[in-house]
């Protein structure tokens, strides 16, 4: 009896740990344990973009808890291959808008939800559980959006510090020097996986052995979440 009225606070606990607060966008949590949460962008914009392979092998082969927020474009063009990966308990796919607008903030508040909500559908088709993390395109957003976003649900998860991955001239050394330097507990790490981290493949196994060394685990964003 006891036994199952603690493991009833528990789901109380983590379900509040995990609604929505109003206004806010997570962008670390504040922890003393050395943990970090893996995030992907994957989205298409004007040119087709797939799963970048070799950060897929890595994050495969690792086991590495991870979330890749997806877009619509994306998730119709990479379908059959994030279905096979969705398999994985270690990585999540979450919501990150149907067309991928810059400034979703500028569309009308109809518009806004079906960005979320076409997005959504196609995320639980493909995985066959509902996105409960959403990411703005860009991150723009503004207090309206953001009302929009979690009045269906989401929770908004930004990142803490930009990898600068899309640029080409950040070469892997470079890359891993910053993103080491600049992680602290909680830090939510940001980088891309739709072909536009240019080194990001060759850089990633080299910042997780460093951080790592450094004491860090790699823990997903829920439970990254549930420290705070
Ligand atoms: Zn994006």
């Known amino acids: 009896m006891k036994m199952k009225l603690i493991a009833g606070m528990g789901t109380i606990l983590w379900t509040l740990a995990t609604l929505p607060v109003a206004g806010e966008v997570i962008t670390r949590v504040a922890t003393q344990e050395k943990c970090v949460a893996l995030t992907f962008d994957a989205c298409e914009t004007k040119t087709p973009s797939w799963l970048d392979k070799t950060i897929l092998d ?7 808890p991870c979330t890749i927020f ?4 994306f998730a119709v063009r990479n379908r059959s291959e994030l279905q096979r990966i969705s398999r994985y308990e270690f990585i999540r796919l979450e919501n990150h808008s ?5 400034h979703m903030e500028k569309l009308s508040d109809e518009a806004q939800k079906r960005e979320i909500l076409e997005a959504e559908k196609l995320v ?24 929009v976003v979690q009045l269906l ?5 930004h990142w803490t510090f930009p990898s600068g991955d899309p640029d080409r001239g950040e070469t892997a050394p470079k890359l891993t020097r910053w993103v080491v330097s600049k992680a602290t507990p909680g830090s939510i790490l940001i980088f891309h996986i739709n072909g536009r981290g240019y080194h990001t493949g060759e850089a990633l196994p080299g910042i997780v052995r460093e951080l790592k060394g450094k004491g860090y685990r790699f823990v997903s964003l829920e439970e990254l979440i549930r420290l705070r």
Not at 98 to 102: A, E, G, K, R, V
Not at 153 to 157: E, F, L
Request: proline residues 4%.
């Open 58 to 64: 890595f994050v495969e082969k690792e086991q590495i």
């Open 70 to 73: 997806v877009s619509g474009k």
């Open 98 to 102: 149907l067309n991928h607008f810059q």
């Open 124 to 147: 639980e088709e493909i995985t066959g559980r509902k996105p409960i993390f959403f990411r703005f395109p860009a991150g723009n957003h503004d207090a309206n959006t953001l009302r």
């Open 153 to 157: 649900g989401y929770r908004v998860v």
